[in-house]
């Protein structure tokens, strides 16, 4: 399968705990984006790597959240210290270079207790 | 004003005919516009893709985009059911970022 992958598939943790998210893009794809989608509305961009360069990120995006590229290829999602609030569908896109086509992952369900 | 906007819907309409979706955005420099297509429970997935004023055709599927009036829609002809789904407007800005602005979706549903 040459797709987006993420992992895990769902996750359920209890307020308070931190998780981490994995996404594997499409290998020859250099530009990263995390988004968080809840039920009714659209993707809510979260950040943004070209390679290892976080070059953007969402001002909603609290302090508990952190993303890391370090090779330039798979990146994670950590957050921590987890909110009722956080509970969303976590979404993984990667695009070529030049590009603005983005395809998405399967994503990773939050649920926090 | 939101963004992206777009009729939440639902929009029923019966097997064969054509489906119109509509969408406004407010950033008036936005240059690079996207409809995905998401099924319930499923990540969005890409449809199409337009960049300059006018029509883009695919398949059954038409894009239109008219800049000045800061509005682009799908058409979908021959609409089936399995085309029932969300579908979503998505604009990449114009501030030199990288971030593309999703509308919350439009929901077809397709009668046979």
């Known amino acids: 399968d040459t797709g987006v992958s993420q992992n895990p598939r769902h996750k359920i943790t209890k307020r308070g705990q931190n998780v981490t998210f994995r996404c594997d893009p499409i290998s020859e794809h250099n530009r990263l984006y995390w988004y968080r989608q809840t039920l009714g509305q659209g993707p809510e961009f979260l950040t943004y790597f070209q390679n290892e360069a976080q070059l953007e990120k969402s001002r909603l995006l609290s302090d508990r959240f952190s993303a890391e590229r370090p090779k330039g290829s798979f990146s994670t999602l950590e957050i921590q210290r987890t909110e009722q609030g956080d509970s969303a569908m976590y979404l993984c896109?990667?695009?070529?270079?030049?590009?603005?086509?983005?395809?998405f992952g399967p994503g990773t369900r939050l649920t926090v207790l | 004003q939101k963004e992206v906007e777009q009729n939440s819907g639902p929009l029923s309409v019966p097997e064969g005919a054509i489906a119109s979706l509509n969408c406004t955005y407010s950033d008036r420099g936005s240059q690079s516009f996207f409809w995905y297509r998401q099924y319930s429970g499923k990540s969005p997935e890409l449809i199409m893709s337009i960049y300059s004023n006018g029509d883009k055709e695919d398949g059954r599927f038409t894009a239109q985009l008219n800049k000045a009036s800061q509005y682009v829609s799908l058409l979908i002809r021959d609409s089936q059911p399995s085309d029932s789904a969300t579908y979503l407007c998505a604009v990449k800005g114009s501030t030199g970022g990288f971030k593309t602005i999703f509308g919350a979706g439009t929901r077809l549903f397709v009668k046979a």
């Open positions: 896109a990667s695009s070529l270079p030049q590009t603005d086509t983005q395809y």
